[in-house]
Nanobody, 123 residues
């Protein structure tokens, strides 16, 4: 499985971005797709996750109301819409794939595959 992120960049506070993650390889069944981020000097943290088969998405409390995760099964792509960006959102954003989403989706060990990341800078 390969995951390729895109859509990062430099944006002013209050702006918006839409990140994309295209999956290739093993895409013949339902799985969980997630977004994580890692700021300089900080640990990687879960931002949002969603089952490709549908269902309620998961969000970190710090991004609820500003971030929206969605999927396009036909394109094997997951998106992260980020609105009302803040300087503290500056980080490398990573896409991940795992077997199934659950209440502990944010744990790094629950994910099988990772993308290379895309930089988001809010300044």
């Amino acid at each position: 499985v390969q995951l390729v992120e895109s859509g990062g960049g430099l944006v002013l506070p209050g702006g918006s971005l839409r990140l994309s993650c295209a999956a290739s390889g093993r895409t013949d069944r339902q799985y969980c797709m997630g977004w994580f981020r890692q700021a300089p000097g900080k640990e990687r943290e879960g931002v949002a996750a969603i089952n490709t088969g549908g269902g309620t998405p998961y969000y970190a409390d710090s991004v609820k109301g500003r971030f929206t995760i969605s999927t396009d099964s036909a394109k094997n792509t997951v998106y992260l819409q980020i609105d009302s960006l803040k300087p503290e959102d500056t980080a490398v954003y990573y896409c991940a794939q795992g077997p199934a989403c659950g209440s502990r989706w944010y744990r790094l060990g629950n994910w099988d595959y990772w993308g290379q990341g895309t930089q988001v800078t809010v300044s």
